[in-house]
């Protein structure tokens, strides 16, 4: 772990919180070649209807506007939480150098939780990895994030059974198949 990279965990959990704000699974990303941030973004998949709007993929995007190059040689990509398969792979594509993150994603991670898609032998570029930078607040983010997103699907859940009360076993009571 290198002296900034809790300087800019920070700011991609600053950037997580947006997504949060939006409704969005809380993920932040940024890009940074020589101390200078060159792209950012947050999780959007919903408000953009694109599956690949990840943090990861949008901050790629930013930045690769930003150079006019798809390849951003020497860049590294801050994320909140563990990359799946998709944004470990479009960081190859990209020829990000270093790839620091913050929480482990246990259910879908691909770098070291599920998959150690870095260490494939058939890239031909390599790509380091660094994890657990700021870990705490990073997983904190996204418990928060799912424990309000349950506590809201209970709240609507009991009003609907107030407003009315049959439909309390109508999960259960489906039609017979
Ligand atoms: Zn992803």
Redesign the pocket.
Known sequence: MLAEDEVYMRLALDLAAQAAAEGEVPVGALVVRDGQILGQGWNRPISTCDATA????VALRDASRVCGNYRLPGATLYVTIE?????VGAMIHARIERIVFGAPEPKAGALVSRLNLAAADHWNHRVQTTGGVCMEEAAEVMQRFFQLRREQARAERSDRERSDPESRNSDKAGPDK
Not at 54 to 57: K, L, N, S
């Open positions: 990840h943090a990861e993929i990359p799946c398969t998709m944004c």
